[in-house]
C-alpha cells in the first residue's frame, strides 16, 4: 500500500490534475445548453429622426446592448430593452420608458386589425412622432420567432411579484432565463447631399399661350410613418400621385384633339409634401421669381387621399363663390358624385401654426384659388402619417372611381360644359394599377427617396415625359448654414438575441467559482501536509530476517 501512495503522491506533485479540477466545472457551467438556440438575428426598423424648421423629431440613438423585458417586467431604476406590441401600448407607458429605459422595440401585429387595435397603435405612433427623445426606438414585423420571445419575456420569472416569499422569488430570478438585445448600427449622422425634388410638366392649350387662363393639378409623392423604412404611404399619397398621373395621360389625348381647350394645364408632383409641403413652397416661390405661371390661374386642384373612402371632401380656405371657375367645377363635381355629393369643409389658414393643414393652402397664401378633394373629412386624421397606410388597406375601386369622377368633370368644365364638344373619355385601370404599384409597393419616406438620382424620381419624370410637354424636375436643397430640414441615417438594422441568465445569476456564479476555486486552493495546500502527518502516525510493520548460512563449516564436515 505504501509504494501505491507513493504513486499517488507524485501524480499529486505535478500540475496537470491541478488544471483539470479547475478547467473541467469552469467548462460544464460556461457551456450553452444548446449552441443553436443561442442567437436570432431580425431585421429592425429605426423611427424617424428629422428636423423641420429648427425643431427636432424623433429617435436620437440607434445602438442597443442590454438586457431584453417586457412591458410588465421592465424596471425604471435597470437601463433594459423594451419589447412591447403596438396594439397594447398608451402613451403614458411610452413617456415612462422613455424617460426610464434603455431602449424600446415596437412589434407591429400582423393584419387585418379591429377598429381598436387601428385607433390605439394609430395614437401610439402619432405620439412618438411629435416627440424627440434619446432613446433607440425600433420598430419589427410579427413573426413567429419575435412571438416566441415575447412569450418567453412574459413568461419571464426575474420579476416574479406572485412568489410565496422573498427567497423563492430571488431563487426565480437565478434560475431564470434572460435575452440580450444588441443593436451594433452606426452612430447616427446628417444626411449629406439631400435633395427634394418637384417633377412638372404641361399641356398647352389653343391659343396663345402666355394668354390662356391656367389649370394646376397638384399632388404629392411621399409619404411618412413612424419608420422610414416602412412608410408606404398607400392612400396618402399614392392615391392621389397615381391619380395625377392618370389624368395626365387621360388628358393628353384631349390635347391631342383638333379642338383641344383654350387652357393650359400643369401637373405638378411636389416632393416634401409631409414636410410641410416644402416642395410647393419652394415651386412657387421658383414661379414667381422668374415665369408668368401664376399671373391667370382659374384654380388648384391638389389631390390627397383619395382611396379610403367613398365620400369626397373638398378642404378649401375660402369658399369659393357659385360664379367663380372654381365653384363651377365644385358645383359640377358634386353633381357627378351623384348621392353623396360633394362636401366642402371651410378651414381658415392658421398662419401661427408650425404647419400647414393642405398643400392648397401654400397657394391659399399667395391669394391662388385653391382647394384639396380628399376622402378624408379632417387633416388631422393620423392615417396620413402612418405606417399602417399600406397597399392592403387601400382599395384601388375607389381610386378609379374617383379619378373617373374627377376626369369627367375636368374634361366638361375645359369645354365650358359644352357636352357636344367634350370629347368620349377612356380611363384605364391598368394604367391606374401600374401607377399604384410603382408608388405604393415601396417606401417613400422623405430620408430614402431624397437624392437627385433616385429610381423613383427618375420613374415618374419618364412617365410624366410620355403625356406631357416641357417637363422637368426642381430639386430643393438644405441651406448648409440655417437648413430649414434635415434627415439621420440609420433607416435599418440588425437585432441579434442571445439567450442569457440575469445579471444576478452571473453574480451568483462569480460567487460559486470563488469559493470553489478557495476550496482548490486549500486542498493543493493542505494535502501534502496531511499527507505527511498521515506518513508519520502510520507504524512500520516489523521486518525478520534469516540467518545466514555458514558455508566454511559445512565445507570443513
Not at 505535478?14 to 460556461?30: E, V
Amino acid at each position: 500500500m505504501l509504494g501505491e501512495s507513493d504513486e499517488f503522491s507524485e501524480i499529486l506533485k505535478t500540475g496537470f490534475p491541478m488544471y483539470l479540477l479547475i478547467a473541467i466545472p469552469l467548462l460544464l457551467i460556461m457551456s450553452p445548453v444548446c449552441p443553436a438556440n443561442a442567437a436570432h438575428e431580425f431585421t429592425v426598423y429605426r423611427a424617424q429622426q428629422y428636423s423641420l424648421q429648427g425643431a427636432t423629431y424623433g429617435s436620437k440613438s440607434s445602438i442597443i446592448n442590454l438586457e431584453a423585458r417586457s412591458l410588465k417586467t421592465w424596471s425604471s431604476r435597470s437601463r433594459h430593452c423594451v419589447f412591447v406590441l403596438m396594439d397594447n401600448f398608451t402613451t403614458e407607458e411610452y413617456e415612462q420608458i422613455a424617460s426610464g429605459s434603455g431602449a424600446l422595440v415596437l412589434v407591429v401585429p400582423p393584419a387585418p386589425y379591429t377598429r381598436e387595435q387601428q385607433t390605439t397603435m394609430l395614437e401610439i405612433e402619432q405620439t412618438i412622432l411629435l416627440s424627440d427623445t434619446s432613446i433607440p426606438v425600433y420598430i419589427i414585423n410579427w413573426t413567429t420567432e419575435v412571438n416566441d420571445l415575447m412569450m418567453d419575456l412574459a413568461d419571464s420569472k426575474i420579476i416574479d411579484e406572485n412568489a410565496s416569499s422573498a427567497a423563492k422569488a430571488f431563487i426565480n430570478s437565478v434560475s431564470a432565463n434572460g435575452y440580450q438585445i444588441v443593436v451594433s448600427a452606426n452612430k447616427p449622422v446628417l444626411q449629406p447631399n439631400i435633395a427634394i425634388s418637384t417633377i412638372q410638366g404641361q399641356l398647352i392649350g389653343y391659343g396663345f399661350q402666355d394668354k390662356l387662363p391656367s389649370i394646376l393639378i397638384v399632388a404629392h409623392y411621399d409619404s411618412f410613418g413612424l419608420a422610414p423604412e416602412l412608410s408606404y404611404g398607400a392612400d396618402s399619397n399614392g392615391s392621389g400621385a397615381a391619380i395625377l398621373l392618370l389624368l395626365a395621360k387621360i388628358l393628353s389625348r384631349v390635347y391631342a384633339e383638333k379642338n383641344r381647350p383654350k387652357y393650359n394645364i400643369m401637373f405638378i408632383l411636389s416632393g416634401g409634401g409631409k414636410l410641410n409641403y416644402i416642395g410647393s413652397k419652394n415651386w412657387i416661390e421658383q414661379q414667381m421669381e422668374k415665369t408668368n405661371t401664376l399671373l391667370d390661374v382659374s384654380f388648384v386642384l391638389c389631390l390627397d387621399s383619395l382611396g379610403s373612402d367613398r365620400n369626397v371632401y373638398a378642404h378649401v380656405s375660402k369658399p369659393p363663390k357659385d360664379d367663380t371657375k372654381m365653384g363651377n367645377f365644385m358645383n359640377e363635381l358634386n353633381n357627378n358624385l351623384g348621392e353623396n355629393g360633394l362636401k366642402i369643409i371651410h378651414k381658415k389658414i392658421n398662419l401661427g401654426s408650425d404647419t400647414l393643414a393642405w398643400e392648397h393652402e401654400r397657394y391659399s397664401i399667395r391669394r391662388l384659388p385653391a382647394f384639396t378633394l380628399s376622402s378624408l373629412k379632417s387633416h388631422k386624421n393620423s392615417s396620413r402619417r402612418s405606417i399602417l397606410d399600406t397597399s392592403e388597406s387601400l382599395d384601388s375601386k375607389i381610386v378609379y372611381r374617383n379619378a373617373q369622377i374627377i376626369a369627367k368633370t375636368l374634361v366638361a368644365h375645359l369645354y365650358d360644359y359644352n357636352t357636344s364638344e367634350t370629347p368620349k373619355l377612356n380611363v384605364d385601370f391598368e394604367s391606374l394599377r401600374t401607377s399604384l404599384d410603382l408608388l405604393v409597393l415601396q417606401p417613400r419616406s422623405a430620408q430614402i427617396i431624397a437624392q437627385k438620382n433616385h429610381p423613383l424620381v427618375d420613374n415618374l419624370f419618364s412617365l410624366m415625359s410620355k403625356y406631357l410637354k416641357d417637363v422637368n424636375v426642381s430639386h430643393l436643397t438644405a441651406d448648409k448654414v440655417d437648413p430649414q430640414f434635415s434627415f439621420y441615417t440609420v433607416t435599418r438594422a440588425t437585432l441579434q438575441v442571445y439567450s442569457v441568465k440575469p445579471a444576478v445569476f452571473d453574480l451568483i456564479l462569480t460567487l460559486a467559482i470563488a469559493v470553489y476555486l478557495s476550496i482548490v486552493y486549500f486542498f493543493i495546500q493542505f494535502v501534502p501536509i496531511i499527507y505527511d502527518l498521515y506518513i508519520g502516525t502510520s507504524k512500520p510493520e516489523p521486518v525478520t530476517s534469516l540467518p545466514k548460512k555458514n558455508n566454511r563449516k559445512e565445507k570443513q564436515r
